[in-house]
């Protein structure tokens, strides 16, 4: 009987095999026929609204607004990923001066892969990339400066400071702030454009719900 089984397992395996197409179907190939499963896989799709403006400068605030969102979107996007990494790895280290010695380590790092870049950034550039680590992190950069300390909190005040001049205790409010919300439809255009790259925020951020509630307090 266990001859049997190995022999008949030895057949299925050569006569099954799960394949998929170009809409994530699977399929089970068997002795060549061909078996679609009973559901399909498909990503969820939000669909938007076509844009429209009360005025030209409305329309113009925007696409200004949108250009850069999208500028800084990436910059807070890898700061997550960063520090994601670290959290991560630190979770890992018991000893305390190793822990100390490799957020030192990736301090530095992360100083040297932004610095640069930031101080390129136009002050209103810097307190939209302010809102998106607290967005994308679900910490303020001002916080992050209070865990992280020594040379990121000497990076955050000296850029944010002197070049941006900007409150880096901003949150990330779409529900609140008018600007956040449009910040939040920008991100949600270019994500289904692929003009961004979609990563989850820190918190749930409900579209529809949104969408509706500031729609209610226009009318």
Avoid: C
Avoid at 15 to 27: A, G, N, P, R, W
Avoid at 74 to 85: D, F, G, I, Q, V
Avoid at 103 to 113: L, M
Avoid at 197 to 205: L, N, S
């Amino acid at each position: 009987m266990l001859s049997s089984l190995s022999i008949w397992a030895q057949k299925r395996k050569e006569y099954l095999e799960k394949k998929v197409d170009s809409t994530e179907t699977f399929y089970y190939i068997i002795k060549g026929d061909t078996i679609p499963r009973e559901f399909i896989d498909l990503e969820e799709v939000i669909l938007l609204n076509k844009l429209s403006f009360n005025s030209t400068e409305d329309r113009r605030r925007y696409l200004i607004l949108r250009r850069k969102t999208r500028k800084v979107y990436p910059y807070a996007k890898l700061a997550s990923e960063r520090l994601n990494t670290m959290y991560a790895r630190l979770d890992s280290i018991e000893n305390k001066r190793d822990r100390k010695k490799y957020t030192k380590r990736i301090q530095k790092y992360i100083e040297e892969e932004f610095s640069e870049k930031l101080k390129k950034l136009t002050r209103t550039e810097g307190q939209i990339l302010v809102k998106l680590i607290h967005r994308q992190t679900g910490i303020t950069a001002f916080d992050l400066v209070k865990d992280l300390r020594t040379g990121w909190r000497a990076f955050w005040y000296n850029t944010t400071a002197n070049v941006f001049d900007i409150s880096i205790k901003e949150e990330y409010q779409p529900f609140d702030v008018k600007e956040d919300y449009l910040i939040e439809d920008i991100l949600e255009r270019s994500f289904q454009n692929n003009r961004l790259d979609r990563q989850k925020p820190a918190f749930p951020i409900d579209y529809f719900e949104l969408t509706s509630h500031w729609n209610k307090k226009t009318k």
